[in-house]
């Protein structure tokens, strides 16, 4: 019998209190992260300055969120456009993502991988390289058939940044997001926000999946001075 109790008490312990670094949205609410962010798509965050991040599972890559997370960049120079002066192009969050240290950007990390939008399919893209002529292609598609970059920065051909920043920029968006998200956003971004901006575009699979693993190649080891 004391064995029995003794193994119940340990059960409820580990039940009880998460392991230490486990995933858990404390810190967040320690952080003050509900500020920017949203984390429920039905129960929004105080503020409106960052991104949605109730599907931040299906979005990011966890080891660029732990990155990102001690060491932000800023993704949008324009803005956000939940920001009000954003067009007036004078932007209140014009500073970079807080900092935090390596263990917390891993709980975070932990934490936002499991928010994930139920039903997602997966798959869609497969991981087998664009040959160099199928890059040049799906690079055509995607600056002059599609204009994407009009409103996003990216990585030509010989390594050099170009494109407009109203969008978040995607030079380093293979290292940033996941292909099945991409797929998905390109496909019906109102899935995601009802009220993007992102224009749904008539895009046959074929092209789609090309531009996507185009994408997936932009990373910021690529860039040449």
Not at 68 to 84: M, S, V
Not at 91 to 111: C, G, R
Request: charge should be positive; proline fraction near 8%; charged fraction near 25%.
């Amino acid at each position: 019998m004391k064995f029995y109790i003794q193994t119940l008490a340990i059960v409820l312990s580990l039940l009880t209190f998460p392991a230490p670094g486990a995933a858990n949205p404390e810190l967040l609410a320690e952080k003050s992260c509900d500020r920017c962010h949203w984390f429920a798509s039905n129960k929004p965050g105080d503020g409106t300055n960052g991104p949605h991040l109730y599907f931040a599972g299906d979005k990011f890559q966890k080891a660029w969120l732990i990155k990102f997370l001690q060491k932000p960049e800023i993704i949008r120079k324009a803005g956000y456009i939940y920001d009000p002066g954003f067009l007036e192009k004078r932007p209140a969050l014009d500073q970079p993502h807080p900092t935090v240290s390596e263990k917390e950007a891993k709980i975070i990390a932990d934490y936002l991988a499991l928010l994930k939008i139920p039903g997602l399919e997966h798959g869609a893209v497969d991981d087998v390289p664009l040959t160099r002529g199928k890059r040049a292609r799906a690079k055509i598609k995607f600056e002059r058939n599609y204009g994407c970059i009009s409103c996003h920065e990216a990585i030509n051909l010989a390594g050099k940044v170009r494109g407009g920043v109203s969008g978040p920029s995607l030079v380093n968006a293979g290292n940033r997001l996941t292909a099945d998200w991409v797929y998905h956003w390109l496909k019906s971004p109102e899935r995601f926000k009802p009220k993007s901006r992102m224009p749904v575009y008539k895009i046959e699979e074929a092209d789609l999946v090309l531009i996507v693993k185009y994408l997936m190649t932009l990373k910021r080891e690529n860039l040449k001075p």
